[in-house]
């Protein structure tokens, strides 16, 4: 809770809490998107689904020695990074799913950790390897 060491910044953390809370209202209707695409489209997948409670945990508000408000920011900040940790998740497993091609190298770009599996950019003979049926190989296979 650093914003506590900066009593001189109050007047900014009053006027930034309407865009603070503004966003939660975001977290909710993202959340709820997200869950009906998570329960629909895994089933037609046939892909297990994600559980919820190993990313949204809503819990500090136990803590006695913090004050109501604290409370309150402490449960935004758990479901609102519950809620984003919970959509790469779901976000990465339909990727493996329908992607699973890395991005072409740059040094810039911080590789996903999920994508650590996937076919390297480029290696069509990788990708068919690993991604087409045994009859679209053959079709491949037939053309050259």
């Not at 809490?17 to 966003?23: L, S």
């Not at 329960?39 to 809503?58: A, E, G, H, T, W």
């Not at 076919?119 to 053309?143: C, H, I, M, P, Y």
Request: include cysteine.
């Amino acid at each position: 809770m650093e914003f506590k060491k900066y009593a001189e910044r109050e007047l900014s953390h009053d006027i930034s809490i309407p865009f603070i809370w503004g966003m939660f209202i975001f977290f909710v209707i993202f959340d709820i998107a997200l869950e009906i695409y998570h329960q629909i489209c895994f089933r037609l997948y046939k892909l297990p689904l994600v559980d919820r409670s190993n990313y949204i945990k809503i819990d500090r508000h136990k803590l006695n020695y913090l004050s109501f408000m604290d409370k309150i920011r402490c449960m935004y900040c758990g479901y609102a990074n519950g809620v984003l940790a919970y959509a790469v998740k779901i976000t990465g497993d339909t990727e493996k799913y329908w992607c699973a091609i890395k991005h072409e190298r740059d040094d810039n770009f911080a590789e996903p950790a999920h994508q650590k599996d996937f076919v390297e950019f480029g290696d069509e003979a990788e990708f068919v390897n690993r991604f087409q049926s045994d009859n679209e190989k053959s079709l491949t296979t037939d053309k050259k």
